[in-house]
């Protein structure tokens, strides 16, 4: 039984071999490189060149169509449809001027409310050793206030992030956020 697979499949082998050896004799062997290298087919003859006497005729069609100049007739070439024609006339209507844009009138919505403001000074943080959350110094005019990630000062906003460079919060009656930007103090001077 093995015998008999295997014969099948050498036979549909010669079989396929000898359908590729006829569609490359068809395409390939038909065909032959000339003297000069080119690409000749077997059945077209040899090269022969145009018989032309003279080229005038299609040398002053081309120089005529390079010194065309296109004039704009007033028609849109980007729009497929053509314009209207006025049947007193006979000619084209000329195009109506664009109406403005609209406006909205009637009351206008209010604007968003601005961003919450801390009104206090970020001069500094730092955190205790024992893996605490960071600490904020915040000066409200003569009071340093020290506060952490997650409290709330003056009622309604919430320190969410404190960070190496600025304080991040947010307000707690609207939800918006702000952050504010570690101010250094100025350079003392000593005397």
């Known amino acids: 039984?093995?015998?008999?697979?295997?014969?099948?499949?050498?036979?549909?082998?010669?079989?396929?071999?000898?359908?590729?050896?006829?569609?490359?004799?068809?395409?390939?062997?038909?065909?032959?490189?000339?003297?000069?290298?080119?690409?000749?087919?077997?059945?077209?003859?040899?090269?022969?060149?145009?018989?032309?006497?003279?080229?005038?005729?299609?040398?002053?069609?081309?120089?005529?169509?390079?010194?065309?100049?296109?004039?704009?007739?007033?028609?849109?070439?980007f729009v497929a449809h053509a314009l209207p024609v006025d049947p007193v006339k006979g000619g084209t209507v000329p195009q109506q001027p664009i109406a403005p844009p609209f406006r909205p009138q009637g009351p206008m919505p209010p604007a968003p409310p601005p961003p919450p403001q801390l009104g206090m000074k970020f001069f500094g943080y730092g955190a205790t050793p024992v893996n605490s959350p960071r600490l904020a110094f915040l000066q409200d005019g003569d009071e340093i206030r020290i506060v952490r990630e997650g409290d709330i000062i003056k009622n309604h906003i919430r320190i969410t992030h404190i960070g190496n460079d600025s304080i991040e919060y947010e307000d707690t009656s609207t939800g918006m956020k702000n952050k504010e930007p570690l101010e250094t103090p100025p350079p003392t001077t000593t005397q």
């Open 1 to 77: 039984m093995a015998q008999t697979k295997q014969k099948k499949e050498i036979v549909a082998l010669v079989v396929l071999l000898a359908i590729a050896a006829v569609v490359w004799y068809g395409f390939v062997g038909k065909s032959r490189i000339g003297a000069a290298g080119l690409f000749q087919s077997g059945t077209a003859g040899q090269y022969a060149p145009l018989d032309v006497q003279d080229y005038s005729g299609p040398i002053q069609q081309l120089e005529k169509t390079r010194s065309t100049d296109y004039k704009a007739s007033g028609r849109n070439i």
